[in-house]
């Protein structure tokens, strides 16, 4: 089975920290995703590299960063934490290649207080 | 722009019953539609549709695509308390970057005893 691996199920932080959201995943998959999820606007992508130390921004990339500097890991930074930042945030990954389900974490929920 | 539209947005029925849940899509250059069930954690994969008219079923679920009407249902017959949860569509385009799923914002399902 595809595991993917979220490193907190909960977390609560302070304005103006720096924050950092681990995901890993065990099936050598090529593309990880960072999508955050909020009541009445579903799964927007904030970010999704298909290689190592390769990124491409998604629909909502403002304020976040990421690293991926190994194969099975994909870290989401946020720079300088905002309270509109609260969200439940989700990893995916899948493989490269059409028609490849993405397989998700089992996602953070932050609080920026 | 691309777009993805579940309904009903939530939905609330009685053991045994069967329901349908909606997805219509405007996307240029469709690949795929994906359904998802997401409980408390993450969400998990049920099917991929590529061809209209083909059924794809596992168990008490079944789906089906038309790409000429640019929608799909999923069907649940004999629904039970377990299947309460979050059905998330989504569909991946072909061009653009691999992998990259557009989501709906899904539908909530309650099934009471």
């Known amino acids: 089975d595809v595991k993917v691996t979220q490193s907190s199920r909960y977390l609560v932080k302070r304005t103006g920290e720096k924050v950092f959201l681990e995901c890993v995943q065990d099936?050598?998959?090529?593309?990880m995703f960072w999508y955050r999820q909020d009541p009445g606007l579903g799964l927007r992508l904030i970010y999704f590299s298909y290689d190592v130390k390769m990124k491409e921004k998604g629909d909502i990339p403002e304020g976040y960063s990421v690293s991926r500097e190994k194969k099975e890991r994909f870290s989401l930074i946020l720079e300088s934490a905002s309270t509109n930042q609260t969200s439940m945030y989700l990893c995916a990954s899948s493989f490269w290649g059409d028609n490849q389900p993405q397989h998700f974490g089992d996602g953070t929920r932050l609080s920026i207080l | 722009e691309d777009k993805v539209v579940q309904s009903p947005l939530s939905l609330v029925v009685h053991e045994g019953d069967t329901v349908t849940l909606n997805c219509s899509y405007e996307v240029t250059n469709f690949r795929s539609l994906l359904w998802y069930k997401q409980e408390k954690k993450a969400p998990t994969f049920l099917f991929m549709l590529?061809?209209?008219?083909i059924e794809k079923k596992s168990g008490r679920l079944s789906s089906i695509l038309d790409k000429k009407e640019l929608f799909s249902i999923l069907n649940i017959t004999a629904t039970q308390t377990g299947d309460s949860a979050i059905y998330l569509c989504?569909?991946?385009?072909?061009?653009?970057?691999?992998?990259?799923?557009?989501f709906g914002k899904g539908t909530k399902l309650s099934v009471k005893p």
């Open positions: 989504a569909v991946g385009e072909y061009g653009g970057s691999q992998g990259n799923l557009i």
């Open positions: 590529t061809s209209s008219g």
């Open positions: 099936m050598d998959h090529e593309n």
